[in-house]
Structures are given as structure tokens and as C-alpha cells.
């Protein structure tokens, strides 16, 4: 059983998950968090328990160095993210068919993933990142690398090398034009951390089958209110593209 399983990245670091039962138990849907967040985000509770009373199991994850989770916080960032979920994957039973939810820099992990990995059969982002090199500058323009924190975060700190890495993907595009997943996008219209032109961007580039849902008036973070929209667009999508 999926819940049984230890799941460690290639460095043997243990991740901490939880698992949400669903009727489908050849389907597997993988959630993931943005930065400085874990698995415990409302948002991401939400999605799963929405999901999995719609028969889809759901299996929330904190990727290294985030919440329960083994690793350096300072060593998180989207490359080694996107390996911590590859390694979850290869974890994975093979006649378990995935599809993968990010959000925010989860949202990029999973991009990245997704143009390297077969197995991942549906793809959702919420608010996706997609212009790194900008979201650096934008959020963490002033702040010292190595010195300074995230948002005054202070389990948070930003470290050169979250930096480097996401200066040096500088974009997602490309990424976004090799993934062969159907690719469902979800971005509020007032989000100020990862602004909506972040997923016209990717929704341009995206090869079809591709949607984007706008949640008119919401941030970042999205509300409560906005919880059961976002349940049923996911449910639709894969309704369509995961059964």
C-alpha cells in the first residue's frame, strides 16, 4: 500500500507525506507545496480531501528541507524538488497511473518533472511559477543571500543557492514545451506573489490538451471560498483526461 511506503530522495533524506484514500487504486494524484510551505498548507488539505471524496487517492508531500521532512532548508529549491519528486515517483508502483498539483514553486517542480517524466499522465499548476530569474529579483531583489530571510521568515533564510538555481532556469517555457501531459492551469486574478501573466505565459507555450481556470479576485494563496471551484476544476479535468 501506497501509505506503507518510505518514501526517501536520492540523498536519503525522508519525506514526510500523507496519504488520502480514494476508490481509483490504479490512479494516484501527487501534491505539492510552494516555498517556505509544506504539506500542511489549507490549500493543499483541501484539494486532497476534495479530491478523494471524488475517488481520487491523493498524496500530499513535503519535499526536503520543508515542514516533517529530512534536509536543508537551504538547500531547497526547484531543481532538487523536482528530483525529490521523481524519486517519490520511481517509489511508485508501476500500474499506478500519477497525475501531479503543484502549487506556486511546486507548480514549477512539477513542470520540470513533467518534461522529463512519462509516468506523470495529467499536470495542474496554481499560480504557477514560471519566470524564476523575475521572482527572485521581485521578492528577494533586497535581501542578502546567506544573510538575509524570506519574507522576514526567520526558518526561512534565503540561501545563494535557491538563488543561483532559480536564476539559472531563469524561465519554465521550454520545459513547458516538451511536457506531453495534459496541462490544467489555475491562477487567482489578484495574486501579487506569482502574477497571472506568469500562466498566459505557460498557457501560450503549452501544447494541447490545455486550460486555464481564472479565480476572479483571489491572491496567491487563494480562500476557502475558492477551495471548492478549484476541486471541481481539477475533478473535471481529470474526469476528461485520467480516467
Known amino acids: 500500500m501506497i501509505e506503507k511506503i518510505d518514501f526517501r530522495n536520492r540523498q536519503g533524506e525522508k519525506l514526510d507525506t500523507v496519504f488520502h484514500p480514494g476508490e481509483r487504486e490504479e490512479k494516484l494524484v501527487i501534491i505539492g507545496h510552494g516555498v517556505t510551505a509544506n504539506l500542511d498548507r489549507p490549500l493543499l488539505k483541501a484539494i486532497a480531501d476534495g479530491l478523494a471524496q471524488k475517488g481520487w487517492p491523493c498524496l500530499r508531500l513535503s519535499f526536503s528541507g520543508n515542514g516533517k521532512s529530512e534536509g536543508d532548508f537551504r538547500e531547497s529549491n526547484i531543481t532538487k524538488e523536482s528530483e525529490d519528486l521523481a524519486d517519490v515517483i520511481e517509489l511508485i508502483p508501476d500500474e499506478v497511473e500519477i497525475a501531479y498539483v503543484g502549487h506556486s514553486m511546486g507548480g514549477a517542480v512539477g513542470i520540470m518533472a513533467a518534461a522529463e517524466e512519462e509516468r506523470?499522465?495529467?499536470?495542474?499548476?496554481?499560480?504557477?511559477?514560471?519566470?524564476?530569474?523575475?521572482?527572485v529579483e521581485r521578492e528577494f531583489g533586497e535581501v542578502t543571500p546567506d544573510e538575509g530571510c524570506m519574507w522576514d521568515e526567520k526558518d526561512c533564510p534565503l540561501s545563494a543557492e535557491f538563488v543561483r538555481d532559480l536564476e539559472l532556469i531563469g524561465d519554465m517555457l521550454l520545459e513547458i514545451e516538451r511536457i506531453e501531459a495534459p496541462y490544467l492551469l489555475i491562477h487567482g486574478t489578484a495574486d501579487d506573489v506569482v502574477p497571472p501573466s506568469d500562466s498566459e505565459d505557460a498557457l501560450e507555450s503549452a501544447a494541447d490538451p490545455k486550460h486555464a481556470v481564472w479565480i476572479e479576485?483571489?491572491?496567491?494563496?487563494?480562500?476557502?471560498?475558492?477551495?471548492?471551484?478549484?476541486?471541481?476544476?481539477?475533478?473535471?479535468?481529470?474526469?476528461?483526461?485520467?480516467e
Do not use: Q
Request: net charge negative; proline share 0%.
Open 120 to 135: 506523470i499522465k495529467v499536470l495542474t499548476t496554481l499560480a504557477g511559477m514560471v519566470h524564476t530569474a523575475e521572482f
Open 217 to 242: 479576485g483571489a491572491g496567491h494563496m487563494f480562500s476557502e471560498e475558492s477551495y471548492e471551484e478549484i476541486v471541481d476544476a481539477i475533478n473535471d479535468w481529470f474526469e476528461e483526461h485520467f
